[in-house]
């Protein structure tokens, strides 16, 4: 995919991409998020460049042509969605078809080299879209202040070992095996490593506060933790928390 611009006059390219995030557990919390581009082919004068990405706030169609006319549905520089929806600009409108923050800059090399976004915005966007999931329009890619020379060429989806990915650490916590034995109330979770836990509860969900019931301390491997506490009302609400 051409990203950037080439010389002077030539034309300003910007790229669209999107992750399949239906793997990851609902309510999972994103620790780290890393996307790697590899760029197959830039000019042999052309400097360093920075580039930016930016979340995308509306739809758009996936094309699958390199220098030929699109079809319907497909995204070009003046369609979101080739002869069913264009963008408000061509490239798209700053505010309006995409964030006008970027969530993250990274400066791109030469042929042949991995280039990086890691930031505390590209966290949030994708915790975002895992609470969203309609909301989840991508990233629209391109050259910080649309400066000459910043062209490159980087692997797409179909470019095998040099295709795009984004590389997410989180944590999913999940309560189970709840149940009441005898006066008292049960459930289990999975301890990560060198974390520590806090479980909490209240007694109404119109309460301000929470009452500490334990406290985990770090495990050095991978564990069950079962935890139990009295009945002694009609309802009980729980929490776990991990700094």
Same mark, same amino acid.
């Given at each position: 995919?051409?990203v950037?611009v080439?010389?002077?006059?030539?034309?300003?390219?910007?790229?669209l991409?999107?992750?399949? /995030?239906?793997s990851?557990?609902?309510?999972?919390?994103?620790?780290?998020?890393?996307?790697?581009?590899?760029?197959?082919?830039?000019?042999?004068?052309?400097?360093?460049?920075?580039?930016?990405?930016?979340?995308?706030?509306?739809?758009w169609?996936?094309?699958?042509?390199?220098?030929?006319?699109?079809?319907?549905?497909?995204?070009?520089?003046?369609?979101?969605?080739?002869?069913?929806?264009?963008?408000?600009?061509?490239?798209? /409108?700053?505010?309006?078809?995409?964030a006008?923050?970027?969530?993250?800059?990274?400066?791109?090399?030469g042929?042949?080299?991995?280039?990086?976004?890691?930031?505390?915005? /590209?966290?949030?966007d994708?915790?975002?879209?895992?609470?969203?999931?309609?909301?989840?329009?991508?990233?629209?890619l391109?050259?910080?202040s649309?400066?000459a020379a910043?062209?490159?060429?980087?692997?797409?989806?179909?470019?095998?070992?040099?295709?795009?990915?984004?590389?997410?650490?989180?944590?999913?916590?999940?309560?189970?095996n709840?149940?009441?034995?005898?006066?008292q109330?049960?459930?289990s979770?999975?301890?990560?490593?060198?974390?520590?836990?806090?479980?909490?509860?209240?007694?109404?969900?119109?309460?301000?506060?929470?009452t500490?019931?334990?406290?985990i301390?770090?495990?050095?491997?991978?564990?069950?933790?079962?935890?139990?506490?009295?009945?002694?009302?009609?309802?009980?609400?729980?929490? /776990?928390?991990?700094?």
């Amino acid at each position: 995919l051409p990203v950037g611009v080439g010389n002077n006059g030539s034309p300003h390219n910007h790229g669209l991409f999107r992750f399949d /995030l239906s793997s990851i557990p609902s309510g999972a919390t994103i620790n780290s998020a890393k996307l790697r581009f590899i760029v197959t082919q830039a000019g042999p004068l052309n400097p360093p460049a920075s580039f930016e990405i930016h979340r995308v706030l509306k739809n758009w169609g996936e094309g699958s042509k390199a220098g030929l006319p699109a079809t319907t549905g497909e995204a070009t520089w003046n369609s979101r969605l080739h002869q069913q929806s264009l963008w408000s600009a061509g490239g798209g /409108l700053s505010g309006t078809d995409f964030a006008t923050t970027a969530s993250a800059t990274a400066t791109f090399n030469g042929t042949g080299s991995t280039n990086e976004f890691s930031s505390a915005g /590209l966290i949030a966007d994708v915790q975002n879209w895992l609470t969203n999931s309609a909301g989840n329009f991508g990233w629209l890619l391109l050259a910080q202040s649309e400066l000459a020379a910043s062209g490159r060429q980087v692997g797409s989806r179909e470019s095998g070992t040099n295709q795009p990915v984004l590389e997410i650490h989180y944590s999913a916590f999940v309560m189970f095996n709840a149940a009441k034995i005898g006066s008292q109330f049960r459930f289990s979770f999975e301890a990560e490593t060198n974390r520590t836990y806090a479980v909490e509860f209240r007694d109404s969900l119109n309460s301000s506060n929470w009452t500490t019931l334990t406290n985990i301390p770090s495990q050095q491997t991978a564990t069950t933790i079962h935890v139990t506490n009295a009945i002694s009302v009609t309802q009980r609400f729980y929490r /776990l928390r991990t700094p």
